[in-house]
């Protein structure tokens, strides 16, 4: 198997690159270390992490606050969510209702692109290759 070339981001995955890589498992941060791998970010994941700080479900602000520094120390492209995405992702055949999932699902399938998760949801629902984290 080929590694991935362009690999979107699951928030989790995003959080564990931060703060604990350990939390992934090697052989996936393996690839994601990999100068051939681009890592995606949408901006799902800006806006999920900030909605969780403010509930009070999730210590992100200061991955927040220094979000355009991180995102330049990963050598990450941010994904923008656009209308088609949304659409996309709207109409997904797929029961998930966490709408920040169904958005990186949509995004990944209208790029060909490969999501890093471990969640077993978007494993199973992805139109696209997944890197089990």
């Not at 498992?25 to 909605?51: D, F, G, N």
């Not at 979000?67 to 050598?75: E, H, K, L, Q, R």
């Not at 797929?94 to 490969?114: E, H, K, S, Y």
């Amino acid at each position: 198997m080929t590694s991935p070339r362009d690999v979107l981001l699951d928030t989790h995955v995003l959080l564990w690159l931060v703060s604990t890589p350990e939390a992934i498992a090697p052989a996936a941060r393996e690839i994601l270390a990999q100068k051939s791998c681009t890592l995606w970010v949408s901006t799902a994941a800006a806006w999920e992490i900030a909605i969780k700080s403010r509930l009070g479900r999730l210590d992100g602000e200061p991955l927040l606050s220094a979000w355009s520094d991180i995102m330049a120390d990963m050598a990450a492209t941010e994904l923008p969510i656009d209308a088609a995405d949304a659409i996309f992702a709207a109409r997904l055949p797929w029961q998930q209702g966490d709408p920040f999932d169904r958005m990186l699902v949509a995004q990944a399938a209208r790029r060909n692109l490969t999501i890093a998760t471990r969640d077993e949801q978007i494993i199973r629902a992805a139109l696209t290759p997944t890197l089990k984290t």
